[in-house]
């Protein structure tokens, strides 16, 4: 009689362990899945300027590992004769421009990146007008984005 109790704790622990290697697979895969960020609809306007689009956190393991924006920048007043841009900062650094064409809409396929680490975690970003030397730029409101 001992040798069966024993021998049903051996089926016990081999169903145990079976289903432990099912849970640790659908959980490693499940990380995979996580670790690349999927597209999200990106929207920023204000009178005379837009970007419509889309973003996502490239996988850690992809260089540059930045956040990937992609759609168009829009002129959204032809009559106004000042440019567009995209205005850009990651962490740690200036803010910088990717210049758009007055009256037109430009495409943008873009990575954000700190070259300096492994991923990158924050990036402010927002649409801007250019109105000249003598008058201050309007913007969008700015939008964080943060990886988790």
């Keep these: 009689m001992t040798s069966r109790h024993h021998h049903f704790n051996q089926g016990i622990s081999m169903r145990k362990l079976a289903t432990a ?5 659908l959980f490693f895969a499940g ?8 597209p999200h ?5 204000t009178p005379g300027v837009g970007f419509v689009g889309t973003y996502q956190w490239q996988a ?10 992609k759609g168009e920048l829009r002129d ?8 567009v841009y995209l205005r850009v900062k990651v962490e740690g650094y200036p803010w910088g421009h990717l210049k758009g064409v007055q009256r037109k ?18 990036v402010r970003m927002h649409a801007c007008i250019d109105r000249g030397s003598l008058r201050p730029d ?7 984005f943060e990886r988790r």
């Excluded at 850690?60 to 924006?69: D, Q, Y």
């Excluded at 959204?76 to 440019?83: K, L």
């Excluded at 309007?138 to 964080?144: A, G, M, Q």
Aim: hydrophobic fraction near 40%; proline fraction near 3%.
């Design 138 to 144: 309007y913007c969008s409101p700015e939008r964080l």
């Design 60 to 69: 850690a393991n992809k260089v540059p590992s930045g956040l990937h924006v």
């Design 41 to 45: 609809k990106l929207v920023m306007r």
């Design 105 to 122: 809409h430009v495409k943008v396929d873009e990575v954000f990146y700190d070259g300096a680490v492994l991923k990158t975690k924050v």
């Design 76 to 83: 959204e007043n032809n009559s106004d004769d000042h440019n």
């Design 31 to 38: 990380m995979g899945a996580a670790a690349a960020d999927s």
């Design 21 to 25: 290697a099912v849970a640790a697979g």
